[in-house]
């Protein structure tokens, strides 16, 4: 009995002083951490920081007083859906959106109202003109992102969605949907919808086919025409006397409704065409950059519209015929044309009067896609959609804004000049911050057309040396096998090396002592399928213009398959330092070894993972970083880390220290504690 206690008492002293010592080692520990990381003052909201009126589906209506009215909402966090007298340019109406960020999809019903659809809920929503409010219909069963809409003329609405390449009906008179299930098997876009007395048709992609639809029985026939199986999107359909206007691959296609005959192809630069002149009903207009033309369908004359200034150069989204209502025109019939950036004309061709209407739009934040600090300190920002803007850290301002960049994905810097990286196209801008800053002039371009990047879509990778700039590249929508673009600026030329690792995109650079480091994404453009299983790092001489070695990289405890590795970047301790989504890893440069790994968030396995994980060094030697889409700072020695905050896509340092980083559309800085 005696020896029981005495044990008793034994085992509760041994359980106090492990509960002692559990307690000191984590009290350490946590004081450890605390110590370890800089301390951070509260986050303070910069607010939106790439303002712009952009709109990407716009439609032109008229109420029950005769007035005619566009409708779009602009892109933003919300969106806002706005409706605009088009004689004059006055806002009537604006209602912000939460939920959506985009519309693409509007159409005017026959009735007048006006259905529109955006690219994140599947919500199909209306307006009413008369009573000048919006209302929510329900969600598509067909999917959340809705590219087009048409209306029927026996009241139906139908849409066209992503991913899937299906399309619903919605009835407007019995408030009900139906999904018209998968249009192309394989394919994951319905990208255009257009619709005549008989017949929905369906513009898939991202490998081009067109689609007959039975109104009645909703039977679908694939239509066999010059582009079909070609890589693209048909992005409009439009049917005039019989004939269907196709903006596919090669041109907008000219079609025969009846004979499925390719009548001609006309080299529109918009998507969208307008409808026969009241006029001359075998006049259809249409422009190619800023010129207007007119096309004769009866003829197949092409007329180009001279005498009149320049159209505005953004993408025209909608023409259509108005009847002035007001104004020495009153009672005119005249052309109005809408552009993406919210720019509006009237064109009278009687007499060739020429006007443009300023709208009265509010810009807003759109979602940033990018952020770096550029040498001179200042933060270069990237808005979704397009738009790009300077922000000056010490001051706190926007020193300089534009609407004309197009949506920038990545950017680089070589000898104190700034490189964007835009999709789509690939196409990169360069400028330099010692002259000034003009874009959408001919007489000044800063940032001005730097290079065209044959095949490739998103330029999200950048890095320098050897007086040379690299850039690494995602396909086009549907393929793979991204590219290393490599800039000299002594010969003033630029190369282009697709597939240096076979059918994987390019998202991390990193140069050092004569080789540049590459890493991949097994994803190639959207709407296709992953061929690797994969991702690669790969080496590359920029004196040779070649590979030396390519290698999956040896990740002790990795989660999951590394479906995309990068950023890359060479840390103060020579290692090559990499991020695998949610792992981070420390490779020796010499011997390809990783040397130091740590699975820190864990890793998610999905489709099209892109955008690269940013890796930023500061002053204190840590390693600052968007690790598993989480703001985390990285102690390189120990691998200990702090995460500060989810779903952080983007960041940077600058300003001695602060971490900027952003959220939607808002730009936010975490100053250091004093």
């Known amino acids: 009995m005696e020896q029981s206690i005495m044990t008793s008492f034994k085992q509760i002293g041994k359980l106090v002083l492990l509960a002692f010592l559990l307690s000191t080692i984590t009290s350490m520990s946590q004081t450890q951490a605390k110590g370890l990381f800089p301390t951070f003052g509260d986050p303070v909201d910069l607010g939106d ?19 005619n009215e566009v409708y779009f909402a602009t892109n933003g966090t919300p969106a806002m859906f706005n409706v605009i007298d088009a004689e004059n340019g006055k806002l009537k ?15 005017v019903a026959p009735d007048g109202d006006v259905y529109f659809a955006g ?8 307006y009413l003109p008369d009573e000048m409010k919006i209302e929510e219909l329900g969600r598509n069963p067909a999917g959340k992102f809705v590219w087009d809409l048409v209306a029927s003329n026996d009241g139906k609405i139908y849409g066209a969605v992503y991913p899937g390449a299906k399309m619903f009906a919605y009835d407007i008179k019995s408030h009900t ?22 017949y929905l048709y369906a513009g898939i992609g991202s490998t081009a086919y067109l689609y007959r639809i039975d109104l009645e029985t909703y039977e679908k026939r694939e239509m066999l025409l010059p582009f079909s199986g070609k890589p693209g999107f048909i992005h409009e359909i439009q049917v005039f006397d019989h004939k269907l206007f196709v903006k596919a691959p090669g041109g907008m296609h000219v079609i025969d409704e009846e004979t499925e005959e390719l009548i001609t192809i006309i080299q529109a630069n918009g998507d969208t065409i307008s409808s026969p002149s009241p006029y001359n009903p075998n006049l259809v207009y249409y422009n190619r950059g800023t010129d207007l033309y007119s096309y004769n369908m009866a003829t197949n004359n092409i007329t180009k519209i001279d005498g009149i200034p320049a159209l505005p150069e953004g993408i025209m989204q909608t023409y259509d015929w108005i009847i002035l209502k007001s ?35 509010v810009s807003q934040g759109v979602p940033i896609k990018s952020l770096e600090t550029g040498p001179d300190g200042n933060l270069y920002i990237g808005g979704y959609q397009g738009g790009m803007s300077i922000f000056n850290p010490v001051t ?67 890095d320098a040396g050897c007086k040379q700039l690299f850039v690494g590249t995602v396909p086009g929508y549907g393929k793979t096998g991204g590219a290393l673009t490599v800039y000299d600026q002594l010969a003033n030329t630029w190369t282009h090396y697709q597939n240096i690792v076979q059918d994987q995109s390019i ?17 190639g453009g959207l709407g296709g399928d992953a061929l690797a299983d994969e991702a690669k790092i790969f080496v590359w001489d920029p004196e040779e213009g070649k590979k030396i070695a390519e290698f999956t990289p040896n990740i002790p405890n990795l989660d999951a398959t590394a479906e995309m590795i990068g950023e890359l970047s060479f840390g103060p301790d020579g290692l090559l330092w990499g991020a695998a ?27 099209h993972n892109w955008i690269p994980v940013y890796l930023r060094w500061g002053e204190d030697g840590f390693l600052y970083t968007t690790l598993g889409r989480k703001l985390t700072i990285v102690d390189p020695q120990t691998l200990a880390h702090q995460t500060i905050r989810d779903g952080v896509y983007y960041m940077t340092l600058a300003n001695g220290g602060t971490i900027y980083y952003t959220v939607g559309s808002e730009l936010f800085k975490l100053p250091l504690a004093d």
């Open 49 to 67: 920081a790439v303002i712009v009126p952009l709109a990407q589906g716009v439609a032109i209506g008229q109420n029950a007083a005769g007035e």
């Open 93 to 107: 109406f604006s209602q912000s959106l939460p939920g959506l960020e985009v519309v693409w999809a509007i159409t």
């Open 119 to 126: 690219s994140l809920r599947g919500q199909l929503l209306r």
């Open 177 to 198: 949907f139906r999904d018209l299930g998968t249009i192309k098997p394989g394919q994951q876009y319905v990208r255009g919808s257009g619709i005549s007395d008989h």
């Open 327 to 361: 104004g020495e025109k009153q009672g005119k019939a005249v052309l109005a044309g809408v552009t993406n950036r919210t720019e509006c004309f009237l064109y009278d061709p009687e007499d060739n009067c020429f006007e443009l209407i300023p709208m009265d739009v």
């Open 396 to 462: 706190e301002e926007i020193e300089h804004s534009t609407i004309w960049m197009p949506q920038p994905e990545g950017m680089g810097f070589l000898n104190g000049d700034i490189y964007f990286g835009t999709y789509g196209g690939a196409v990169i801008y360069r400028y330099d911050p010692t002259k000034p800053f003009k874009m959408g002039d001919d007489s000044i371009n800063n940032p001005g057309l730097a290079c065209d990047i044959p095949i490739q879509d998103r330029p999200f990778t950048f």
């Open 507 to 523: 998202i991390g650079l990193a140069y050092k002592d004569g080789k540049l480091f590459g890493s991949t994404s097994i994803w």
């Open 581 to 607: 989504y949610g792992t981070i890893f420390a490779m020796n440069p010499e011997t390809y070894e990783v040397v130091k790994s740590k699975v820190i968030h864990p890793t998610y396995t999905g489709r």
